[in-house]
């Protein structure tokens, strides 16, 4: 019977953590299978190899996404093969050490595209059309765990904590109102050129699954976000202008809040 190669994905996370499954089989017989962990910035972190059936893959990808509520997603062998190829070029740059178990997944991983395939969301990207940028994305679960760095928080925290006295502190109304503004300027400081850039290409990738799971439309609002995520400047359209990237920071101050019993505990000033 012909041989079949199929590719998986699942979309990184708030780090840019994802992986690649590449499958090779041949009618009933059991397929083999490498996958591979990337982590943007840093490499390949992790791969492994080995033969499983068809029910046990399929059992694997339910488990996926029972637990993350994301399945992984269908893609092209050669686009997966590319990016663990990118990824693999990443460790020489970092100094992550190159996973043993990369060697038995080489099998599986040629033969390597000559040159970048078409990335899966491209034709949505070619017909995203005008559109106002959806405000609700964190409601979806691949968005979930997306919150800024702790020390970001803490820096929001301190500031909010050094405009207020210690009882201006005991009223609501005030902390809000100093705390929405600055979560605004959190987000200016934090979203740079350089992270708007990567946050932007992991939500590229993250249409993937928003297109398998939720459908097209919804796939188009991630990408047309991050289009706007990328062109955003810091006079001009600055990053707190765009609600999406303020949740990051309201999400982080709720988690914050959570860890502390339900209140946000701020430093005042005086």
């Avoid at 996926?64 to 990118?86: F, K, L, T």
């Avoid at 210690?166 to 929405?180: F, N, S």
């Amino acid at each position: 019977e012909d041989e079949v190669i199929e590719a998986t994905f699942s979309p990184p996370d708030g780090r840019g953590t994802m992986s690649f499954t590449i499958t090779k089989r041949r009618g009933a017989e059991p397929a083999h299978i490498a996958e591979i962990i990337v982590r943007e910035g840093t490499g390949i972190v992790n791969a492994v190899s080995g033969w499983m059936s068809r029910s046990q893959i399929k059992e694997a990808h339910q488990r996926i996404a029972d637990a993350n509520g994301v399945a992984p997603a269908m893609v092209s062998p050669e686009w997966a093969r590319w990016r663990v190829d990118q990824a693999l070029k990443e460790n020489a740059k970092s100094g992550q050490l190159i996973p043993l178990g990369l060697d038995r997944c080489k099998e599986l991983l040629d033969p390597m595209p000559a040159s970048e395939p078409r990335h899966p969301a491209a034709d949505l990207e070619a017909d995203l059309g005008e559109g106002e940028v959806a405000s609700n994305l964190h409601t979806e679960p691949e968005f979930r765990g997306w919150i800024p760095e702790a020390r970001a928080i803490d820096e929001l925290v301190h500031k909010v904590g050094a405009k207020l006295s210690g009882d201006e502190g005991k009223d609501p109304t005030k902390v809000d109102a100093i705390l929405q503004e600055e979560v605004k300027l959190a987000a200016d400081r934090y979203f740079t050129p350089e992270q708007r850039t990567a946050l932007s290409r992991r939500m590229r990738d993250i249409a993937i699954t928003i297109r398998q799971r939720a459908g097209e439309a919804r796939a188009k609002d991630v990408l047309r976000a991050a289009k706007a995520i990328e062109s955003a400047g810091l006079i001009s359209s600055p990053p707190s202008d765009i609600e999406f990237l303020r949740f990051f920071f309201q999400k982080g101050i709720a988690f914050r809040a959570q860890q502390g019993g339900g209140q946000l505990r701020v430093p005042t000033g005086g």
